[in-house]
């Protein structure tokens, strides 16, 4: 049986792939922050539950709607989770096929930190490009 933090990343992962943002964003505190890296135009610290599911939404519609991840693994440690899952993505003929550590933090069976690490950045940041 997965641990409840394992279970609430599970969850998440599933309404993402979903397109339930309801129901993901139910799984965030307010102030949930999701930190992007790069130099591009999703990099940022998306800051507040509305800014972190306007930054999927965006996603999305750079991709025309054809992203999504496939969670690989998920190792839990307390109050951390962390979850690697490969995105896939076409967007502008470009074609993303990399992988993804999201490194959450947990707070009372909530969300509440995001950092992204990706396998390869230099790949991430050509397939998003500037804004």
């Known amino acids: 049986m997965a641990?409840?933090?394992?279970?609430?990343?599970?969850?998440g992962y599933a309404a993402f792939s979903?397109?339930?943002m309801e129901k993901l964003g139910s799984l965030y505190t307010d102030d949930v922050v999701q930190s992007v890296p790069g130099n591009n135009q999703i990099a940022a610290d998306?800051?507040?539950r509305d800014a972190v599911l306007g930054y999927y939404g965006k996603l999305?519609?750079?991709t025309d709607g054809n992203m999504s991840v496939q969670?690989?693994?998920v190792t839990v440690d307390g109050?951390?989770?962390a979850a690697v899952h490969a995105n896939i993505a076409e967007r502008n003929g470009k074609k993303l096929d990399s992988d993804t550590t999201l490194?959450?933090?947990?707070k009372d069976g909530k969300i509440t930190r995001i950092d992204e690490v990706s396998s390869d950045q230099a790949a991430e940041d050509a397939f998003?490009?500037?804004?």
């Open 128 to 131: 998003w490009g500037q804004a």
């Open 71 to 73: 969670l690989k693994t």
């Open 18 to 20: 979903a397109g339930d």
């Open 3 to 11: 641990d409840a933090n394992e279970q609430l990343v599970r969850d």
């Open 79 to 81: 109050d951390k989770v």
């Open 60 to 62: 999305f519609e750079l």
């Open 103 to 106: 490194n959450f933090t947990i």
């Open 46 to 48: 998306h800051q507040g």
